[in-house]
Structure formats: C-alpha cells, structure tokens
C-alpha cells in the first residue's frame, strides 16, 4: 500500500509538467510532544507518572494543487506520521525491515488525506462538480458545528488533546454537485459513497467497557452496497446581509452505538455497536450587528427506529426525533491591539443522543459521559497579540454541564512566530470539577502540558 501511494505521489508530481498545468506545492513539518502534569494510578482512561509523555510524534503533509485548465483544478494532500517510541519486542530485533527502516521501534503510517478534482461549469454554466476525497464542512460555528455531518469527527485523535484536532473531521469520498443560480445563492447536492464512520481510538475497547477483562465488544457494519450510501442536500443565500442555509442528510450515525449486551457464560459480557441510520434537518445562519458576529445553527436528528436489547429484554433505542443547537457571538475589542472574543452555548457534543429512558437505565446512558445523553456546553476564548504580532496569547476553556454536576476545562496558549514559516507553541488542557457525572471531569488527574513547533511551506 505504501510502495503504490509513493508511486501515485510521484506520478501527480511528474503529470502537471506534462501538460504544462500550473501546480502548488504547500505543507507542514510539525512536531508534537506532551506530558502529564499529575499522577494517575486509578485512571479511568490514562495510567501513568507525573512528568510522563502522553505522547510524542513528528506529523508532516503535503499539498499539491493547481488547474489542468480554465475549468479543471486538482488538490492532492498527503499526511504522514511518525511516533519516535522504541518498542522493542522479538519481533522488531534483531531486523528492523527489509528496507532498513525501523518500522517496529519507530511506528510510521503514510496516507492520502484528500485527493479531489474539480470541473467548474460541468454540464452547463453554473455547475460545478467537485469529485473524490474531500472535506465538504457545512455550519457557521466555530469548531463545534451540529450540521457539519458530512465528514466524521477524528475521535482516534481527540484524546490527544493537540489543539489542531479538537474538532479535526476526516474527509469523505464524495460526489459535489453545486448549483449557482446567483453570486450568493447556490444549491449543493452531495453524494457519499459509502458510510461516514469516525476514526477511533487504540483503546476504544477498554474505554467502552471500563476495562473489564471479562468484556468484549462487536461493532456490526453494512456491506459496500449501492443502497448503503448517503446523500445530502443544502440551499445558501444571503438575506439582510445574513448567511442563511438549510440543510438535509440522510445517512449513519458516524460513531458506534451501544445497542445491546448479551451474557457469555458465567462471567462475560459481550457488549454490540452498531451504526444507525438517521436522518437531519439543519439551519444555519451567520451575520454581523453592532461591529459583533453572531451564528447559530440547530439540527433536528430523525433516528431510525431502532430495536436494542440486554439480557433477554427488547426495547427501542432512541426516545424519538430530537434537537442539537449553537449559539455563538464574536467581538474584537479596542484594547492594545485588539483582544478578540469567541462564546458560544452549546446543547449536544458531537458524540451524544437522545436516548430511550429503557436504554438509559439498562445501559447506563446519562449526561456527563461519552456516548451519554444530551448536555449543555458554554466555550469561550480571548485571544491578544503582541510584539508585531508575532506572539498571541489565548486563554480558553470549556464548562459543562452534567447531572446536577459542572466541570470546567482551562486551555491556555501561547504561540511565537520564529520566522515567517517557524512557529513555537505550548498549552496546556487542565480540568478542574467534579470527576463524576461530567464528560471532561475524569481528566482532572491527567491534566497535560503540550509543545508543538510547526513549519509551514
């Protein structure tokens, strides 16, 4: 797989030049490192010292675009990761590989993030078809978007808490049709080829079942069918000098859901997950009043009507359609250079659902958990720059909350501009609150110190 997507890189990089098509070359080196700032001998989703790395690695991507002609553009980006962790076992010594690399002692993946062609007027003036792996985000949020169902949360990395993936979302193999009946109004039709499913964690096993060795986990998925695909439509214009969309998807729940648990013997559990089909109608908006943005967007989830079970109990899954929404406001004070301001109120994280009161008490769904039922957020951020710029300051946090239960997440940075491409950044994630019926709570004996430096090209 690798020998083929190097020999595809090199093909792209050879092909513009044959016909004589203007290309763009652009990336990232960065290199990620953190640790943690307290002891945690009890979990219940990290074990480890203080002072001990959570995690290191060096990310690097590339990015090739540009136009085959007037109305054929391309854009191809690969990412590569490497984490410079020796795991030396009998497997990796004395070998390292046939190429010489460590790839056991220094674990490598190498993948195409994006790879898209774009055909401006196809067909007829005013369409555009955009086709291949792409990121297609719809929402006015900021990060947090409850419309944005089109490409699936990145959850393997989420619990990394590097700030470039909080709500990092992977591209999808699509079809993009957009319709522009005018400079500001247009219609998008959106076909998905397959299933959007989010990438998940390492440990996602233990961290369902609370690491019960006497657990086990199966995750149903579709076959590659033509009827499994998904579609989505989306209207846009500008009213009174506000962006207004409204939405509609019809697909899958992209991450797994609990749906049943069945006994195994005397002892065991085996906990299903399964993936959802759903339907959602979206609205969104986004203007300016008073020299302060403002956004909002709200989505009606349809779940499918679905049957779960434990034990020798039937029930239904989902308590019955329901609502997510954000409400968000900017402003850029007139103080020193400005320090700018982001809130925004938000009622259900992109993993929650409105679950049937069977399914909470057998299952255990409640607020204040991942793949709990729906809670409310407040995030906020000030952000000031210094030094020409060069230095920015940001001082953000979440606060949620739970069942009779709050806790806040205190995230601070400080980024310097070296050179003009050279950046040095450093942060921290640090949770203060209740450790019970909280989503982020469990994390207060964490608590993770981060460095980054980035070159951009």
């Known amino acids: 797989m690798k020998k083929t997507v190097l020999l595809l890189s090199s093909a792209l990089l050879i092909f513009p030049q044959t016909v004589k098509a203007d290309i763009t070359v652009s990336g990232r080196v960065k290199l990620f490192t953190s640790l943690f700032l307290k002891q945690n001998d009890t979990g219940p989703y990290f074990i480890h010292d203080s002072g001990e790395f959570a995690i290191k690695r060096i990310e690097t991507r590339l990015r090739l675009s540009g136009f085959l002609s007037d109305k054929i553009s391309y854009g191809v980006r690969f990412d590569s990761f490497s984490q410079p962790d020796a795991l030396f076992t009998a497997k990796s010594l004395p070998e390292s590989s046939s190429l010489g690399a460590p790839t056991l002692a220094e674990p490598f993946d190498f993948f195409l993030y994006e790879g898209n062609i774009k055909i401006s007027d196809f067909l007829f003036r005013g369409l555009d078809l955009t086709l291949g792996k792409q990121r297609i985000q719809w929402g006015t949020a900021d990060m947090v978007n409850v419309i944005d169902n089109l490409n699936p949360v990145d959850f393997a990395n989420f619990l990394t808490f590097d700030p470039d993936y909080f709500g990092e979302r992977r591209p999808q193999t699509a079809l993009n049709f957009e319709y522009y009946l005018s400079g500001f109004t247009k219609i998008q039709l959106i076909w998905l ?65 609990l749906c049943g648990v069945t006994p195994v013997g005397l002892t065991e559990l085996e906990y299903s997950y399964t993936y959802p089909q759903k339907q959602v109608l979206g609205m969104d ?37 329901y609502f997510k929404y954000i409400l968000g406001l900017d402003y ?126």
């Open 193 to 257: 080829l397959s299933r959007q499913i989010s990438p998940l964690p390492a440990d996602f096993s233990d961290l369902v079942t609370g690491g019960l060795t006497s657990s086990s986990i199966h995750i149903d998925t579709e076959n590659k069918l033509l009827r499994n695909t998904n579609f989505a439509l989306r209207f846009a214009t500008v009213l009174l000098n506000t962006d207004i969309g409204l939405s509609y998807y019809k697909g899958n729940f992209n991450l797994p859901l």
């Open 285 to 321: 908006i986004a203007g300016e009043i008073l020299s302060a943005g403002f956004w909002a967007e709200l989505a009606y989830t349809i779940p499918e009507d679905m049957e779960a079970f434990a034990f020798n109990e039937r029930f239904p899954l989902f308590e019955g359609p």
């Open 332 to 457: 850029t004070a007139d103080i020193g250079t400005g320090i700018y301001l982001n809130a925004q109120y938000l009622h259900g994280f992109f993993d929650e659902a409105d679950y049937s009161g069977t399914a909470e008490s057998l299952f255990g769904f409640k607020k204040g958990m991942f793949f709990g039922e729906i809670q409310d957020f407040i995030l906020a951020s000030a952000e000031y720059s210094m030094l020409r710029e060069n230095l920015k300051i940001k001082l953000g946090g979440i606060v949620e909350f739970g069942d009779h239960e709050s806790a806040f997440s205190f995230m601070p940075s400080l980024e310097y501009k070296i050179k003009d491409t050279v950046s040095f950044q450093a942060g921290g994630f640090i949770v203060s609150g209740s450790e019970t019926n909280t989503k982020f709570g469990p994390f207060k004996n964490d608590n993770i110190l981060f460095f980054a430096f980035k070159t951009d090209f």
